[in-house]
């Protein structure tokens, strides 16, 4: 009686056994079937946010630049005597990008003075903000530009009232540096250019709200 007693003692703590195995089997195929679920809903986790949408007309037109070349003071009289043509055009009038300027000179003569003859306007109506102004440029037919906040005038020997001791655009590239206008409504320019030269060159004008 005792070894059957002792062979059934056996055969429950095999069966016992068995299923404490097949319990954690379990167990590790549900935590397994758990992960591999979380893990097929992370992307929709991940991709799950708000999106709202808002449309917004646009328009785009034309609006007078800050600042502008234009024909100076004593454009019309250097004009008319044929040393100088920039024709105007647009609204407000100016001399528009890309607009040849045509300067002439009088050939055996020692050097001629445009007073005055072409100008920067300042348009940002506005005392708090101002044109910070760049006058760039070469020319094969070099010629000395100066400019002053006041028409600038002529004392016999050279340029009078220039708030510059002149740039001279030559086959190097040459600048006026950063010109401020601030509390300024005009700045006026004056070309000095020798009577014995010919040539073309590229003048650029650039402008900066300050």
Request: aromatic share 10%; charged share 10%; with cysteine.
């Amino acid at each position: 009686m005792r070894n059957d007693d002792n062979t059934k003692k056996s055969i429950y703590y095999k069966v016992v056994s068995l299923f404490s195995r097949c319990n954690k089997i379990m167990k590790i195929k549900r935590i397994y079937a758990l992960v591999f679920a979380l893990l097929l809903l992370l992307p929709v986790l991940v991709s799950a946010t708000v999106v709202i949408s808002y449309t917004y007309p646009t328009s785009i037109t034309s609006k007078a630049p800050i600042a502008y070349l234009t024909q100076g003071e004593n454009y019309q009289t250097a004009n008319a005597l044929g040393f100088i043509y920039a024709p105007e055009s647009g609204n407000p009038s100016n001399i528009i990008n890309d607009q040849t300027i045509y300067i002439n000179t009088t050939a055996g003569a020692g050097t001629v003075y445009l007073l005055n003859v072409l100008e920067i306007v300042n348009n940002t109506g506005n005392n708090n903000i101002y044109p910070i102004v760049w006058i760039n440029g070469t020319s094969s037919a070099s010629f000395t530009l100066y400019w002053a906040s006041s028409p600038m005038g002529f004392n016999g020997a050279s340029v009078t009232g220039a708030a510059n001791t002149g740039v001279t655009y030559g086959s190097t590239a040459a600048s006026s540096g950063a010109i401020s206008m601030s509390g300024e409504h005009y700045l006026y320019l004056t070309i000095v250019i020798s009577g014995s030269v010919s040539g073309s060159g590229t003048l650029t004008v650039q402008y900066k709200a300050a």
